[in-house]
């Protein structure tokens, strides 16, 4: 079964600043897609960015970008200028392609929750 | 743009009593999903459907059912709630494509209390 780890329970960063979320995962697969998710405080859960594993490519989303190790099965997010609306619990989300009713199903990470400080 | 309803915010509901959670979207998605969302725990799947009548379980399926009578509406239900049971609820839809990177549409979550 895959997992989805990410270590940072919080973190914090100055506005304007850059920060990086970790997440790495676990999987006997070569062809997945990763997510990450953004819960902003009693708002709707929205994607921020995907990524197909076998793009070898970065996926960027104007300030948001991932940096993705797929020997390391690593799947990082950054934030770059970092807005006070950015404050939010932060999800990193796995799902294999592989056919059947299963394949539809996410594997979420423990999240991250995101403060800025003014 | 996805909308996906929740018919409640907040719900308060008391031990042993039967609950309903309903979801609606609207955008035709195949895929509907329940998940919970506890501090510490992230989202865990409780069940899925990827079509009218039809359902799968997930990580966590104990002490729920679900229903899926229409296309657009998927319902969970507590049998007989226990307090271990409080919980956010969220559910989710998504369209049956080949391609696996279609993201999961949220709606805004139910804050379930079990007095």
């Known amino acids: 079964a895959q997992t989805v780890t990410q270590s940072q329970p919080e973190m914090s960063v100055q506005e304007a600043e850059t920060v990086t979320l970790s997440c790495t995962y676990d999987?006997?697969?070569?062809?997945?897609?990763l997510f990450w998710y953004k819960q902003p405080p009693s708002r709707q859960m929205i994607l921020v960015i995907r990524?197909?594993?076998?793009?070898?490519q970065n996926a960027t989303e104007n300030r948001f970008s991932v940096n993705f190790q797929k020997a390391a099965k690593s799947f990082s997010l950054k934030i770059s200028d970092s807005q006070l609306g950015d404050a939010a619990m932060y999800f990193c989300?796995?799902?294999?392609?592989?056919?059947?009713?299963?394949?539809?199903?996410?594997?979420f990470g423990k999240g991250t929750k995101l403060s800025v400080i003014p | 743009d996805v909308k996906v309803t929740q018919s409640s915010r907040y719900l308060v509901k008391r031990t042993g009593e039967k609950v309903f959670l309903e979801c609606v979207q609207d955008?035709?998605?195949?895929?509907m999903f329940w998940y919970r969302q506890d501090p510490g725990l992230g989202l865990r799947l409780i069940y899925f459907?990827?079509?009218?009548?039809?359902?799968e379980k997930g990580d966590i399926p104990e002490g729920y059912s679900v229903s899926r009578e229409k296309k657009e509406r998927f319902s969970l239900i507590l049998e007989s709630a226990s307090t271990n049971q409080t919980s956010m609820y969220l559910c989710?839809?998504?369209?049956?494509?080949?391609?696996?990177?279609?993201?999961?549409?949220f709606g805004d979550g139910t804050r379930l209390s079990i007095l």
């Open positions: 989710a839809s998504s369209p049956h494509r080949t391609w696996g990177g279609q993201p999961q549409h």
């Open positions: 999987t006997s697969e070569s062809d997945y897609y």
């Open positions: 990524q197909e594993a076998y793009k070898q």
């Open positions: 989300a796995y799902r294999s392609p592989k056919g059947g009713a299963g394949s539809y199903q996410l594997t």
């Open positions: 955008m035709d998605h195949e895929n």
């Open positions: 459907s990827y079509d009218v009548k039809m359902k």
